[in-house]
């Protein structure tokens, strides 16, 4: 089995679920003794949540190749982002590698054409929502893309950098993101990409009455079957 680099912390709370989905997923795989070989580098989010908002995305794209290479040098044989809004600088991460570099919005794109879902509702950072990095990505497997109203994606990024990267589970965040979810259904979207790895934290298929696209579970996965294959 190939070992797998991660790049967490971004934050810990989504970083543990990465951790468990891996090891969890080689135990069905290969029987209950195994586990995973993986290699974390857990940043120091606070560090990049004020990055993100100042807008410097060259001093984190430097900070994340160095911490990629740190992580190939170790022996990590492909590498996970473990964020969705960090994946703007997966080209740069990539490019500074050897070794292959596992896109998260491709997991979910795969998994969306599996279910037949053409068009897609997108909840996440502004960052991820607004900037054309993810969306685009997920264009490019042929599928469509909406994102909620302007103060709802607000709404969205307020309960993400407030409350879930604090571990903060709140019922009535639940349900703002529920009604958002219900209008992206209302406008033809037959499917919700959860494009934070902190949101299924908070909603998971039941809260949903459209297919919800866990894109913490499916990079997870889409991570051990190539370090499987």
């Given at each position: 089995m190939r070992t797998i680099g991660l790049i967490g912390g971004m934050s810990w709370e989504s970083s543990l679920e990465y951790y468990r989905l891996l090891n969890e997923g080689t135990k069905r795989r290969l029987g209950q003794s195994h586990s995973c070989p993986n290699i974390m580098y857990s940043v120091d989010f606070a560090a990049f949540e004020e990055l993100q908002h100042a807008a410097a995305w060259g001093v984190m794209a430097d900070e994340m190749v160095r911490i990629a290479r740190i992580l190939e040098s170790a022996g990590a044989e492909l590498?996970?982002?473990?964020?969705?809004?960090?994946?703007?600088?997966?080209?740069?991460?990539?490019?500074?590698?050897?070794?292959?570099?596992?896109?998260?919005?491709?997991?979910?794109?795969?998994?969306?054409?599996?279910l037949g879902l053409g068009t897609l509702g997108l909840l996440g950072t502004q960052f991820t929502m607004e900037q054309g990095f993810y969306r685009e990505r997920l264009e490019g497997h042929g599928l469509t893309v909406r994102i909620p109203a302007k103060e709802q994606r607000r709404a969205v990024h307020a309960i993400i950098y407030h409350e879930l990267i604090g571990g903060?589970?709140?019922?009535?965040?639940?349900?703002?993101?529920?009604?958002i979810i219900a209008d992206l259904a209302a406008e033809g979207c037959s499917g919700v990409v959860l494009g934070c790895t902190e949101i299924p934290l908070l909603i998971q298929q039941e809260h949903s009455p459209i297919p919800v696209l866990n894109t913490t579970e499916l990079h997870a996965g889409a991570a051990l079957m190539r370090a499987l294959a």
């Amino acid at each position: 089995m190939r070992t797998i680099g991660l790049i967490g912390g971004m934050s810990w709370e989504s970083s543990l679920e990465y951790y468990r989905l891996l090891n969890e997923g080689t135990k069905r795989r290969l029987g209950q003794s195994h586990s995973c070989p993986n290699i974390m580098y857990s940043v120091d989010f606070a560090a990049f949540e004020e990055l993100q908002h100042a807008a410097a995305w060259g001093v984190m794209a430097d900070e994340m190749v160095r911490i990629a290479r740190i992580l190939e040098s170790a022996g990590a044989e492909l590498l996970l982002i473990c964020s969705n809004t960090m994946h703007k600088l997966a080209p740069d991460v990539e490019e500074a590698l050897s070794i292959p570099v596992l896109h998260i919005a491709d997991a979910a794109a795969q998994r969306a054409q599996e279910l037949g879902l053409g068009t897609l509702g997108l909840l996440g950072t502004q960052f991820t929502m607004e900037q054309g990095f993810y969306r685009e990505r997920l264009e490019g497997h042929g599928l469509t893309v909406r994102i909620p109203a302007k103060e709802q994606r607000r709404a969205v990024h307020a309960i993400i950098y407030h409350e879930l990267i604090g571990g903060q589970l709140n019922p009535a965040s639940r349900k703002e993101l529920q009604h958002i979810i219900a209008d992206l259904a209302a406008e033809g979207c037959s499917g919700v990409v959860l494009g934070c790895t902190e949101i299924p934290l908070l909603i998971q298929q039941e809260h949903s009455p459209i297919p919800v696209l866990n894109t913490t579970e499916l990079h997870a996965g889409a991570a051990l079957m190539r370090a499987l294959a």
